[in-house]
């Protein structure tokens, strides 16, 4: 049974920094790439990051690039997303996705960004 669960959001001032974590069972973590994606209100869930396998192929959407930084520990079966000189626009319930386009997603948990 695959399980993802996100971790370490919550409400952050702009220009303030997150990091998400997600912790993963049921599949076999090193064998496949992550995603992170995010939702906000009254909008469609869209495309934050990626990372494959071995952690060497990196995909970002275009409005984080440059903040937001993806990484892979294959040993802890986590992938995380580090969230630094946030914006307002960046809130929203972040998801991470096992692989690039499965049906597995996490719960979600929710990121704020405001003063």
């Known amino acids: 049974q695959v399980q993802l669960v996100e971790s370490g959001g919550g409400l952050v001032q702009p220009g303030g920094s997150l990091r998400l974590s997600c912790t993963t069972s049921?599949?076999?973590?090193?064998?496949?790439?992550m995603s992170w994606y995010r939702q906000a209100p009254g909008k469609e869930r869209e495309f934050v990051a990626n990372?494959?396998?071995?952690?060497?192929?990196?995909n970002y959407a275009d409005s984080v690039k440059g903040r937001f930084t993806i990484n892979k520990n294959n040993r802890k079966k986590t992938v995380f997303l580090q969230m630094n000189n946030l914006r307002p626009e960046d809130t929203g319930v972040y998801y991470c996705?096992?692989?690039?386009?499965?049906?597995?997603w996490g719960q979600g948990i929710q990121v704020t960004v405001s003063s």
């Open positions: 049921g599949f076999t973590f090193e064998t496949i790439g």
């Open positions: 990372i494959d396998t071995i952690g060497e192929l990196r």
């Open positions: 996705r096992r692989g690039w386009n499965t049906a597995d």
